[in-house]
């Protein structure tokens, strides 16, 4: 048996976007999602927009009362901007109110919500302004932030700032996935930038307001390895590894940008507009935590005929496909449960060992109606045998020191995808998105449960 610390998180991760729905009812003003869906709903898979989504503002109660019953001690979600300050000044009480009798809810069965402010969910007035495009967007933020650790910084001790923050640059930036999806390498620099200083005026504020708890961010540091040893290959591995790893890590961790990344950025005409004092903003921002998303790992090469200078990542390094993968074919995704322990050994021997937890890893399957027995239980071994590979992973680096101090799943109950709608599945709740949102649990439920109680994997 293979047994975790004493304290263990064992939890879920959501966020407000994908569950809450209620999308356009009291108060909460358009986010990106909201409008592009208005725009054009056929991008969106069976033109299922971010309306509804799972209903949890409705159906909180009943959602933490499961996760109760599923003896989780944790759960990771976000507050939604457009809902707590609708014009980005006015404060909502009735998002107050929403989201302390969530948060109370949770608190009085046991689970301890941990609390992220920034999941995708760019307010629609912002954007209009430019969104991170613009430094506007920094001191909006802020605020934003401010008036959250206020509101709810009773309840909250655990704070993240963003969700996996180089996923909006390069989905709404580089490749078309989010809004506003345009393709522009110097652009998408400078959104990068802006967000990491709304991160720095979060951790700010934060500390300035002296609330207690921790404040933290949410990484999915994607390990990058190199199809060789050959220094062409290395070079592209350094490359891939700065763009998408080290520049948040670096920065958020070790108070400063790494070297190999101002050199590639001015390099390739791509340094973003600062403002003077930023450096040393940056140096006095550092967490006291991280939370690390992990699901697939990044394969790199050499590229045969790049631009020069680069007008996209993939003049830097190319997608190098593997022909020993494990893949999972419903995201296309490789399945490598090695490296979560090679995130865990760097964090370890390279950024001072901090504290550190798995905020999100799971497995997205379509049609997972095809696995229900005859009494409506999905039969998910997939799902359980991917959670095990990957725990028993974990739990090898931290019997070798690695500082982690939770696992979270996504997701709780099936949520909607973005663009992809509720195509794939990773819940250890079916949720039915047209019979009243009603939960069921899967195989997964169960077992996850087990290894809850014993606080162990076999």
């Given at each position: 048996?293979?047994?975790?610390?004493?304290?263990?998180?064992?939890?879920?991760?959501?966020?407000?976007?994908?569950?809450?729905?209620?999308?356009?009812?009291?108060?909460?003003?358009?986010?990106?999602?909201?409008?592009?869906?208005?725009?054009?709903?056929?991008?969106?898979?069976?033109?299922?927009?971010?309306?509804?989504?799972?209903?949890?503002?409705?159906?909180?109660?009943?959602?933490?009362?499961?996760?109760?019953?599923?003896?989780?001690?944790?759960?990771?979600?976000?507050?939604?901007?457009?809902?707590?300050?609708?014009?980005?000044?006015?404060?909502?009480?009735?998002?107050?109110?929403?989201?302390?009798?969530?948060?109370?809810?949770?608190?009085?069965?046991?689970?301890?919500?941990?609390?992220?402010?920034?999941?995708?969910?760019?307010?629609?007035?912002?954007?209009?302004?430019?969104?991170?495009?613009?430094?506007?967007?920094?001191?909006?933020?802020?605020?934003?932030?401010?008036?959250?650790?206020?509101?709810?910084?009773?309840?909250?001790?655990?704070?993240?700032?963003?969700?996996?923050?180089?996923?909006?640059?390069?989905?709404?930036?580089?490749?078309?996935?989010?809004?506003?999806?345009?393709?522009?390498?110097?652009?998408?620099?400078?959104?990068?930038?802006?967000?990491?200083?709304?991160?720095?005026?979060?951790?700010?504020?934060?500390?300035?307001?002296?609330?207690?708890?921790?404040?933290?961010?949410?990484?999915?540091?994607?390990?990058?390895?190199?199809?060789?040893?050959?220094?062409?290959?290395?070079?592209?591995?350094?490359?891939?590894?700065?763009?998408?790893?080290?520049?948040?890590?670096?920065?958020?961790?070790?108070?400063?940008?790494?070297?190999?990344?101002?050199?590639?950025?001015?390099?390739?005409?791509?340094?973003?507009?600062?403002?003077?004092?930023?450096?040393?903003?940056?140096?006095?921002?550092?967490?006291?935590?991280?939370?690390?998303?992990?699901?697939?790992?990044?394969?790199?090469?050499?590229?045969?005929?790049?631009?020069?200078?680069?007008?996209?990542?993939?003049?830097?390094?190319?997608?190098?496909?593997?022909?020993?993968?494990?893949?999972?074919?419903?995201?296309?995704?490789?399945?490598?449960?090695?490296?979560?322990?090679?995130?865990?050994?760097?964090?370890?021997?390279?950024?001072?060992?901090?504290?550190?937890?798995?905020?999100?890893?799971?497995?997205?399957?379509?049609?997972?109606?095809?696995?229900?027995?005859?009494?409506?239980?999905?039969?998910?071994?997939?799902?359980?045998?991917?959670?095990?590979?990957?725990?028993?992973?974990?739990?090898?680096?931290?019997?070798?020191?690695?500082?982690?101090?939770?696992?979270?799943?996504?997701?709780?109950?099936?949520?909607?995808?973005?663009?992809?709608?509720?195509?794939?599945?990773?819940?250890?709740?079916?949720?039915?998105?047209?019979?009243?949102?009603?939960?069921?649990?899967?195989?997964?439920?169960f077992w996850m449960k087990s290894v809850i109680q014993q606080n162990t994997i076999d």
């Amino acid at each position: 048996m293979k047994t975790f610390p004493d304290g263990f998180l064992w939890g879920a991760a959501a966020s407000a976007p994908q569950t809450e729905g209620s999308a356009l009812v009291d108060g909460k003003s358009l986010t990106t999602w909201d409008k592009w869906f208005e725009m054009n709903p056929e991008k969106f898979d069976k033109q299922v927009g971010p309306k509804d989504t799972s209903n949890v503002y409705r159906q909180y109660a009943e959602d933490v009362q499961l996760m109760e019953d599923m003896k989780l001690n944790s759960y990771r979600t976000s507050i939604s901007w457009a809902r707590l300050l609708p014009d980005g000044k006015t404060l909502n009480q009735k998002a107050v109110d929403f989201y302390r009798n969530y948060f109370l809810s949770m608190i009085e069965k046991n689970v301890e919500p941990i609390i992220n402010l920034f999941h995708f969910d760019m307010p629609w007035w912002l954007m209009e302004k430019g969104g991170w495009e613009t430094r506007e967007s920094v001191e909006a933020f802020g605020y934003y932030a401010k008036v959250a650790f206020e509101q709810f910084g009773d309840l909250v001790h655990r704070w993240t700032t963003f969700n996996e923050p180089i996923v909006h640059v390069e989905c709404g930036y580089l490749f078309e996935f989010h809004y506003p999806a345009v393709v522009d390498f110097k652009r998408a620099v400078q959104v990068g930038y802006h967000t990491l200083m709304a991160h720095v005026e979060a951790v700010k504020q934060f500390r300035k307001g002296q609330h207690t708890g921790e404040i933290g961010i949410i990484l999915n540091l994607t390990p990058v390895y190199g199809k060789s040893d050959a220094p062409e290959d290395l070079k592209a591995k350094e490359a891939a590894d700065a763009l998408n790893v080290k520049s948040f890590l670096d920065p958020v961790v070790l108070g400063h940008f790494p070297a190999e990344l101002i050199q590639l950025v001015k390099e390739n005409d791509l340094l973003p507009a600062s403002e003077a004092g930023d450096k040393e903003r940056i140096a006095r921002a550092t967490v006291d935590f991280l939370g690390v998303n992990y699901y697939q790992p990044k394969r790199v090469q050499a590229v045969s005929h790049p631009t020069v200078p680069a007008k996209m990542p993939n003049d830097l390094y190319g997608e190098y496909d593997w022909p020993e993968k494990k893949i999972n074919p419903y995201r296309g995704w490789e399945i490598y449960p090695e490296a979560l322990y090679d995130i865990a050994m760097r964090l370890k021997n390279e950024y001072g060992n901090i504290p550190w937890y798995v905020s999100e890893n799971g497995m997205g399957v379509a049609e997972e109606e095809r696995f229900m027995n005859d009494e409506g239980i999905i039969q998910d071994d997939y799902r359980i045998e991917f959670v095990h590979d990957h725990l028993t992973e974990l739990h090898k680096a931290i019997e070798e020191g690695s500082n982690c101090f939770g696992y979270h799943m996504w997701t709780f109950a099936d949520c909607w995808s973005w663009l992809n709608g509720y195509r794939n599945r990773y819940g250890f709740y079916r949720v039915d998105i047209e019979n009243d949102f009603k939960r069921t649990p899967k195989k997964s439920s169960f077992w996850m449960k087990s290894v809850i109680q014993q606080n162990t994997i076999d």
